[in-house]
Protein backbone atom coordinates (compact mmCIF):
# COMPACT_ATOMS: atom_id res chain seq x y z
CA UNK A 1 0.00 0.00 0.00
CA UNK A 2 2.42 2.39 1.24
CA UNK A 3 4.28 2.07 -2.80
CA UNK A 4 0.98 2.99 -4.27
CA UNK A 5 0.93 5.66 -1.70
CA UNK A 6 3.99 7.24 -2.60
CA UNK A 7 2.44 8.04 -6.13
CA UNK A 8 1.91 11.63 -4.58
CA UNK A 9 5.95 12.58 -4.38
CA UNK A 10 7.41 10.21 -6.57
CA UNK A 11 5.11 10.24 -10.04
CA UNK A 12 4.26 14.37 -10.04
CA UNK A 13 7.58 14.48 -12.46
CA UNK A 14 7.74 15.41 -15.88
CA UNK A 15 9.37 13.68 -18.19
CA UNK A 16 10.58 15.19 -21.50
CA UNK A 17 13.19 14.09 -24.42
CA UNK A 18 16.98 14.27 -23.17
CA UNK A 19 19.69 15.62 -24.84
CA UNK A 20 23.63 14.86 -24.23
CA UNK A 21 26.42 12.98 -24.64
CA UNK A 22 26.71 9.23 -24.62
CA UNK A 23 22.87 9.60 -25.09
CA UNK A 24 22.35 5.70 -26.26
CA UNK A 25 24.29 4.48 -23.37
CA UNK A 26 23.00 6.59 -21.08
CA UNK A 27 19.54 5.38 -21.53
CA UNK A 28 20.57 1.69 -21.41
CA UNK A 29 22.11 2.50 -17.63
CA UNK A 30 18.90 4.48 -17.03
CA UNK A 31 16.59 1.66 -18.25
CA UNK A 32 18.71 -0.53 -15.88
CA UNK A 33 18.71 1.58 -13.07
CA UNK A 34 14.64 1.29 -13.34
CA UNK A 35 14.70 -1.77 -14.04
CA UNK A 36 16.81 -2.35 -10.83
CA UNK A 37 14.34 -0.35 -8.21
CA UNK A 38 11.60 -1.78 -9.45
CA UNK A 39 12.19 -5.16 -9.06
CA UNK A 40 13.86 -4.16 -5.45
CA UNK A 41 10.66 -2.30 -4.26
CA UNK A 42 8.45 -5.13 -5.91
CA UNK A 43 10.24 -7.89 -4.57
CA UNK A 44 11.35 -6.01 -1.19
CA UNK A 45 14.92 -6.92 -2.59
CA UNK A 46 17.10 -4.68 -0.66
CA UNK A 47 20.46 -6.04 -2.13
CA UNK A 48 18.81 -5.41 -5.34
CA UNK A 49 18.19 -1.90 -4.22
CA UNK A 50 21.44 -1.29 -2.68
CA UNK A 51 23.00 -2.05 -6.03
CA UNK A 52 20.52 0.19 -7.70
CA UNK A 53 21.75 2.86 -5.60
CA UNK A 54 25.27 2.07 -6.17
CA UNK A 55 24.40 2.70 -10.03
CA UNK A 56 22.27 5.59 -9.33
CA UNK A 57 25.84 7.49 -8.05
CA UNK A 58 27.34 6.59 -11.08
CA UNK A 59 24.57 7.83 -13.44
CA UNK A 60 24.68 11.26 -11.48
CA UNK A 61 28.71 11.71 -11.81
CA UNK A 62 28.32 11.53 -15.56
CA UNK A 63 24.48 12.78 -16.36
CA UNK A 64 24.39 16.27 -16.85
CA UNK A 65 21.16 16.46 -18.41
CA UNK A 66 18.04 17.76 -16.58
CA UNK A 67 15.90 14.77 -17.73
CA UNK A 68 18.76 12.40 -16.88
CA UNK A 69 19.25 14.03 -13.29
CA UNK A 70 15.20 13.97 -12.59
CA UNK A 71 14.76 10.55 -13.43
CA UNK A 72 17.83 9.52 -11.34
CA UNK A 73 16.77 11.15 -8.30
CA UNK A 74 13.26 9.80 -9.13
CA UNK A 75 14.95 6.29 -8.82
CA UNK A 76 16.84 7.05 -5.69
CA UNK A 77 13.68 8.45 -3.85
CA UNK A 78 11.84 5.63 -4.52
CA UNK A 79 14.92 3.13 -3.04
CA UNK A 80 15.08 5.59 -0.02
CA UNK A 81 11.57 5.02 0.32
CA UNK A 82 11.52 1.15 0.18
CA UNK A 83 14.32 0.98 2.84
CA UNK A 84 12.29 2.96 4.94
CA UNK A 85 15.06 6.17 4.98
CA UNK A 86 12.21 8.87 4.61
CA UNK A 87 14.12 11.78 4.68
CA UNK A 88 16.23 10.65 2.51
CA UNK A 89 13.20 9.94 0.34
CA UNK A 90 12.17 13.39 0.42
CA UNK A 91 15.36 15.11 -0.17
CA UNK A 92 16.02 13.15 -3.62
CA UNK A 93 12.20 13.47 -4.24
CA UNK A 94 12.65 17.07 -3.70
CA UNK A 95 16.17 17.80 -6.35
CA UNK A 96 13.76 15.75 -8.54
CA UNK A 97 11.56 18.48 -8.59
CA UNK A 98 13.94 21.17 -8.34
CA UNK A 99 14.73 20.33 -12.13
CA UNK A 100 11.47 21.69 -13.32
CA UNK A 101 10.65 24.95 -14.36
CA UNK A 102 10.35 27.20 -11.21
CA UNK A 103 6.29 28.20 -11.99
CA UNK A 104 5.43 23.99 -12.84
CA UNK A 105 2.41 23.28 -10.55
CA UNK A 106 4.02 19.74 -9.84
CA UNK A 107 6.83 21.15 -8.19
CA UNK A 108 5.10 23.82 -6.31
CA UNK A 109 2.45 21.30 -4.86
CA UNK A 110 5.87 19.11 -3.71
CA UNK A 111 6.69 22.25 -2.42
CA UNK A 112 3.47 22.71 -0.37
CA UNK A 113 3.87 19.63 0.92
CA UNK A 114 7.97 19.43 1.94
CA UNK A 115 6.39 22.69 4.13
CA UNK A 116 3.32 21.68 5.45
CA UNK A 117 5.81 18.23 6.50
CA UNK A 118 8.12 20.93 8.57
CA UNK A 119 5.19 22.85 10.13
CA UNK A 120 6.30 25.98 7.99
CA UNK A 121 3.08 27.29 7.35
CA UNK A 122 3.94 30.47 6.30
CA UNK A 123 6.15 28.67 2.93
CA UNK A 124 3.69 26.29 2.86
CA UNK A 125 0.95 29.03 2.27
CA UNK A 126 3.14 30.83 0.18
CA UNK A 127 3.72 27.89 -2.78
CA UNK A 128 -0.11 27.04 -2.05
CA UNK A 129 -1.44 30.26 -3.23
CA UNK A 130 1.36 30.55 -6.16
CA UNK A 131 0.55 26.84 -7.44
CA UNK A 132 -3.50 27.83 -7.09
CA UNK A 133 -2.50 31.34 -9.03
CA UNK A 134 -0.53 29.51 -11.79
CA UNK A 135 -3.27 27.23 -12.43
CA UNK A 136 -5.76 30.10 -12.44
CA UNK A 137 -4.02 32.22 -14.80
CA UNK A 138 -3.19 28.96 -17.09
CA UNK A 139 -7.19 27.88 -16.88
CA UNK A 140 -8.37 31.79 -17.80
CA UNK A 141 -6.51 31.70 -20.85
CA UNK A 142 -7.90 27.58 -21.65
CA UNK A 143 -9.05 24.87 -20.16
CA UNK A 144 -6.58 22.75 -19.24
CA UNK A 145 -7.54 19.29 -16.93
CA UNK A 146 -4.27 19.35 -15.89
CA UNK A 147 -3.92 22.34 -14.33
CA UNK A 148 -7.78 22.13 -13.40
CA UNK A 149 -6.62 18.83 -11.19
CA UNK A 150 -3.08 20.78 -9.82
CA UNK A 151 -5.74 23.38 -8.52
CA UNK A 152 -7.83 20.47 -7.11
CA UNK A 153 -5.11 19.23 -4.95
CA UNK A 154 -3.55 22.83 -3.68
CA UNK A 155 -7.02 23.49 -2.86
CA UNK A 156 -7.14 19.94 -0.95
CA UNK A 157 -3.68 20.93 1.01
CA UNK A 158 -5.33 24.19 2.32
CA UNK A 159 -8.50 23.59 2.91
CA UNK A 160 -9.40 19.99 3.14
CA UNK A 161 -11.36 18.03 1.30
CA UNK A 162 -14.79 19.23 1.32
CA UNK A 163 -14.04 22.56 -0.21
CA UNK A 164 -11.65 20.77 -3.09
CA UNK A 165 -14.58 18.70 -3.94
CA UNK A 166 -16.89 21.96 -4.03
CA UNK A 167 -14.37 23.02 -6.83
CA UNK A 168 -14.37 19.91 -8.69
CA UNK A 169 -18.24 19.85 -8.28
CA UNK A 170 -18.20 23.50 -10.05
CA UNK A 171 -15.59 22.56 -12.78
CA UNK A 172 -17.88 19.47 -13.70
CA UNK A 173 -20.88 21.96 -14.21
CA UNK A 174 -18.84 24.26 -16.67
CA UNK A 175 -16.57 21.22 -18.26
CA UNK A 176 -18.09 17.82 -17.87
CA UNK A 177 -15.40 15.50 -19.12
CA UNK A 178 -14.88 11.98 -18.81
CA UNK A 179 -12.03 12.72 -17.05
CA UNK A 180 -13.42 14.79 -14.19
CA UNK A 181 -16.39 12.41 -13.97
CA UNK A 182 -14.49 9.71 -12.88
CA UNK A 183 -12.46 11.95 -10.74
CA UNK A 184 -15.79 12.30 -8.95
CA UNK A 185 -16.77 8.57 -8.77
CA UNK A 186 -13.52 7.97 -7.01
CA UNK A 187 -13.01 10.85 -4.99
CA UNK A 188 -13.45 8.86 -1.77
CA UNK A 189 -10.99 6.72 -2.82
CA UNK A 190 -8.94 9.60 -3.75
CA UNK A 191 -9.06 11.56 -0.44
CA UNK A 192 -8.77 8.19 1.15
CA UNK A 193 -4.92 7.56 -0.43
CA UNK A 194 -4.16 11.19 -0.18
CA UNK A 195 -5.11 11.24 3.81
CA UNK A 196 -3.16 8.00 3.94
CA UNK A 197 -0.26 9.34 2.50
CA UNK A 198 -0.40 12.60 4.35
CA UNK A 199 -0.43 10.63 7.58
CA UNK A 200 2.34 8.68 6.53
CA UNK A 201 4.48 11.43 6.15
CA UNK A 202 3.49 13.53 8.95
CA UNK A 203 1.50 16.16 7.06
CA UNK A 204 -1.44 18.31 8.21
CA UNK A 205 -3.43 20.57 5.56
CA UNK A 206 -2.55 24.20 6.03
CA UNK A 207 -6.38 24.78 7.91
Known amino acids: MKKILYFFIVFVLIVVCAKGQNTENLNTLRDSLAKMVLWGTLRNDTTKLERALKLS ?10 IGKRDCYRN ?20 AVLTLQ ?3 PLRLIFMSAKYLR ?20 SLN ?11 IKAIYLRDGEKKAKIYLSELLRTHPSPLLK ?12 NNEELKLMNIKILR
Do not use: P, Q
Open 182 to 193: AFKEDWDEWVRM
Open 118 to 137: EHNKDSAAYYIEKTIAVCDS
Open 76 to 95: RSMIFFSLGHMDEAMANAEY
Open 141 to 151: EEYNEDMAINK
Open 102 to 104: ANN
Open 57 to 66: DFLLSIDTTN
